[in-house]
């Protein structure tokens, strides 16, 4: 942790330049995907303008100011780096399909509608779908005073903290946050490994492999 006086000028500094999160938030979640078979437990650190995401060896660092995903896997001994206009790009252009979602929403966290849409992957460069909208107004402003945990007057927007969403086939995602506090991620697992290998990210290497696949055979 940041020592007292070192965390307060962070704070001041965030707050001036209208940073995502102000004020540090981590959020232990439980995700329950039923293609994966089994469900994960996943931190989630978010402080300035970055989230990163720790799900054990492996850290995803999303930095909305520099617009770019730098991927390390430590046990593998790994790392990537990129930008977002990559990973937009890699992004498959396939429909969107009706979706039924049950929200719950923690408005003892206040945050900016911004700051949400990154929480929930609606942000760029993800794609923007019609289940986030549903989940945004949920979330959106209610009466009465929030409890804020940014720094700032304009948070207003509660956390999603336990998200359904059920897809035409049946499937079901859950999303569970089962704790909130204001820990940083630790220093440790941010840092590059020495002697790491630089590799494709996972996100542009399978979209290339599928359009490969998809490529007419050369005559």
Request: glycine share 6%; with cysteine; charged share 20%.
């Amino acid at each position: 942790m940041k020592s007292g006086f070192a965390l307060g000028a962070w704070l001041v500094a965030a707050a001036s330049l209208g940073a995502l999160f102000p004020a540090p938030l981590h959020l232990v979640r439980r995700v329950d995907d039923p293609i994966a078979g089994s469900p994960a437990t996943i931190d989630e650190y978010c402080a300035g303008d970055s989230i990163v995401t720790i799900n054990g060896p492996r850290v995803a660092i999303t930095d909305y100011a520099a617009q770019q995903l730098t991927e390390i896997d430590h046990a593998a001994g790994t790392y990537s780096i990129t930008s977002f206009a990559e990973i937009a790009k890699a992004r498959p252009a396939t429909p969107e399909g009706r979706a039924k979602v049950r929200v719950e929403v923690d408005r003892s966290v206040a945050l900016s509608r911004e700051a949400v849409e990154a929480l929930i992957g609606a942000s760029y460069p993800n794609r923007h779908l019609e289940q986030h909208d549903q989940i945004l107004n949920a979330a959106a402003p209610a009466s009465g005073r929030i409890v804020a945990q940014s720094v700032g007057g304009d948070a207003a927007y509660g956390l999603p903290s336990n998200t359904s969403v059920t897809y035409e086939n049946g499937l079901t995602m859950r999303n569970v946050i089962v704790r909130v506090d204001h820990d940083l991620a630790p220093p440790r697992m941010m840092l590059i490994d020495p002697g790491a290998k630089r590799v494709e990210s996972r996100l542009t290497r399978t979209s290339r492999e599928l359009k490969q696949l998809d490529a007419p055979p050369k005559p």
